[in-house]
């Protein structure tokens, strides 16, 4: 069996370490915290789970700080996580397997990660990461905000996933750094761009976002699935401008990047669901859950679009054009995705009274 080093840096992060490190320490062969300048009780619940602690200078690179903490680990793979991530129980079933099972000629280990949840706590966006590295081979970060390490070598994906979130700090943080960087007058790669706009998008300035968005996708770089995300989020600043011209416009441009993907369907019901043109709705509805079982890939994912969502409103728009029995089917499809989910119990009961 493998052993695993996991590597943080924290940086004030005395209310969400504890709760990270308590889901994984019995995973774990080391523990390496690297702090950058901590002024509340960070250092002092990290004491209790490891004496490995480093204090390294705060920088606006990330990167930087994420190679050091590399450097200080000592086993065989290498593992890093967030403060506030975590891994739940079935989680952590899974990554015992993993690292029981796992042969020495795997170089990284891709992992899901759950960063936004419903009231039922169901994860309704996730997308994946490189997690877990060969040590012996000695990956570099790159890039000072959302960092990350170039695939190289065998490259599995795993079923682990770790449940974390958006963190509104760091997207702040992050788009400080951004700045900073533009005042220098430095050349945003194609992925700095792309992460540029989604920080802009996160923190509600739709104006700037939608410059960088557009400018990602003027590029001919990057990843197919990282431009139809775009197109995604980049329509609903659109929307949110209530520009119903562009909106539509940057939803029919995603599908030139790749296969169509349910969120962008789901989009383009939504927009002809408010104009009450419902068999257009249904029709890309329709579309979204013909998608339903393509491979998710890596991409960002919007889970109940994968399904629930367009069951769901599909009920609606059935029922608006009188088609009642068609809008209980969808229901019912609806409830095999979530059962608990309140839209559907109240339609339950809806159609249960008017069938009295």
Known sequence: ????????????????????????????????????????????????????????????????????????????????????????????????????????????????YNAEFDELKNATMSYYRERLFKRANNYNWREEVHEYIELAGNVITSQVSITGGINMTNSKNNLAVFKKMLSRGRRLSSRSLYYYAKDLYYNKKFDEAIIYYNKYLERDEGFATDKINACYELSLCY????????????????????????????????????????????????????????????????????????????????????????????????SKYKPEANVVLYNKEFFSKIHE
């Open 1 to 112: 069996m493998i052993s695993i080093s996991l590597c943080m840096i924290v940086k004030n992060e005395g209310e969400l370490l504890a709760k990270s490190l308590d889901s994984v320490m019995e995973l774990m062969d080391e523990i390496i915290i690297v702090d950058m300048g901590s002024k509340d009780n960070t250092k002092v619940i990290a004491s209790k789970y490891t004496e490995n602690i480093y204090d390294f200078k705060a920088l606006d690179n990330l990167s930087v700080a994420r190679n050091y903490s590399f450097s200080m680990a000592t086993k065989d793979y290498i593992i890093w996580l967030d403060p506030g991530d975590t891994l739940l129980e079935d989680d952590r079933n899974r990554f015992i397997e993993l690292k029981e099972e796992i042969e020495d000629d795997i170089d990284i280990v891709i992992m899901g």
């Open 239 to 334: 929307k949110h401008q209530k520009n119903e011209k562009n909106q539509l416009k940057i939803l029919i441009d995603s599908i030139k990047y790749e296969v169509l993907r349910p969120e962008i369907c789901c989009e383009l019901g939504y927009f002809y669901k408010k104009k009450e043109e419902y068999d257009k709705a249904i029709f890309w509805f329709e579309s979204g859950l013909r998608l339903n079982e393509m491979d998710k890939t890596w991409a960002y994912t919007m889970n109940d679009c994968w399904g629930y969502i367009p069951a769901v409103e599909l009920c609606v728009c059935y029922y608006a054009i009188g088609d009642v029995s068609s809008a209980i089917e969808c229901n019912d499809l609806a």
